[in-house]
T-cell receptor, first 113, second 113 residues
């Protein structure tokens, strides 16, 4: 069974640009959540989707948005990039609505210059 | 509100020695607790989880953890460290209906020959 796939693995963007990150969950998993990992703030929750509905959102500005498609694949978008958005963005998938287990992808390393 | 605390940002052990990584949680409802491992430039790999049932949980690579409600702890142990165990370890928690993981700040395990 294939794991969680995140694309791309690495991205370099310029301040002010926007970026879209993609996550394909494990086959059959319907919940996808996103986390931002930085040395200063650690792992912080961005948002969670289940059956195309955002059920929970972390404390991030509106520049951070996401969506989930009918095949459970998810994308997150960051607009008007800032230097502080440089981070490892991790996607996790879970089989059901409750987070009794969450499997993570390899992450997308975003560098904003 | 749920919170997870990891004591010690760095733990150093010799190869073959006992590994003990500490995690305490705060939750007003029965928690689900997890340990993840992260190698450099990689995502998070699930080591083990506690949801309900047996309080001593065995995971991959010889790790285990014990859920102690009276101490609000979920410490990770391994009887004999290997060089390959050198990595960063994260304790995480959630509960029914919470739909997100709350992470500790991580503990970097260093293994010396």
């Amino acid at each position: 069974k294939a794991g969680v796939t995140q694309t791309p693995r690495y991205l370099i963007k310029t301040r002010g640009q926007q970026v879209t990150l993609s996550c394909s969950p494990i086959s059959g998993h319907r919940s996808v959540s996103w986390y931002q990992q930085t040395p200063g703030q650690g792992l912080q929750f961005l948002f969670e989707y289940f059956s195309e509905t955002q059920r929970n959102k972390g404390n991030f500005p509106g520049r951070f948005s996401g969506r989930q498609f009918s095949n459970s694949r998810s994308e997150m978008n960051v607009s008007t990039l800032e230097l502080g958005d440089s981070a490892l963005y991790l996607c996790a998938s879970s089989p059901r609505g409750e987070l009794r287990e969450a499997f993570f992808g390899q992450g997308t390393r975003l560098t904003v210059v | 509100a749920q919170s997870v605390t990891q004591l010690g940002s760095h733990v150093s052990v010799s190869e073959g020695a006992l590994v003990l990584l500490r995690c305490n949680y705060s939750s007003s409802v029965p928690p689900y607790l997890f340990w993840y491992v992260q190698y450099p430039n990689q995502g998070l790999q699930l080591l083990l989880k506690y949801t309900t049932g047996a309080t001593l949980v065995k995971g991959i690579n010889g790790f285990e953890a014990e859920f102690k409600k009276s101490e609000t702890s979920f410490h990770l142990t391994k009887p004999s460290a290997h060089m390959s165990d050198a990595a960063e370890y994260f304790c995480a928690g959630t509960h029914t209906g919470f739909q997100k993981l709350v992470f500790g700040t991580g503990t970097r395990l260093l293994v010396s020959p």
